[in-house]
């Protein structure tokens, strides 16, 4: 039987945009509560309907929070940061430069990149964390 992944939650994601608008700036808020719980739910429908691995999942969610636009502000910043601790608390460790995100998000931002070349890069880009 196959290990459920740990989820973030609605106060995780939230936290995590409060502190992406104190390092970078922006307006704090909601814009749209519906589009944020399906981008959070979006990973668990892959998981409990799909054979889906660690990297899917985490594709998913990157895509629902910067697709879905759930904030005012923020959104591409709170997609990666949300991405990097669902793959963080489930034993892997993103490593690229900051430019390579940064240009990775554009392309999920602009529909440049699709869900399966998204998780491919987050397999390549990630290491398991030995803890």
């Not at 519906?34 to 429908?45: F, H, I, Q, T, Y």
């Not at 879905?68 to 990097?84: C, E, L, Q, S, W």
């Not at 669902?86 to 995100?101: A, D, K, M, Q, T």
């Amino acid at each position: 039987m196959r290990k459920e992944p740990r989820w973030l939650n609605q106060k995780i994601v939230l936290t995590i945009h409060l502190d992406q608008l104190k390092q970078h700036g922006g307006s704090q808020g909601i814009r749209d509560q519906g589009l944020l719980e399906s981008a959070l739910d979006r990973p668990k429908n892959k998981w409990y309907y799909h054979s889906s691995n660690i990297f899917d999942l985490a594709a998913s969610l990157c895509i629902g929070i910067a697709k879905n636009h759930p904030f005012i502000d923020g959104n591409k910043r709170v997609a990666f940061m949300a991405t990097y601790v669902f793959l963080g608390i489930n034993g892997y460790n993103i490593e690229v430069p900051e430019e390579e995100v940064v240009s990775i998000m554009l392309k999920v931002a602009s529909g440049n990149i699709n869900e399966t070349n998204l998780s491919i890069w987050l397999k390549d880009s990630s290491n398991r964390n030995l803890r």
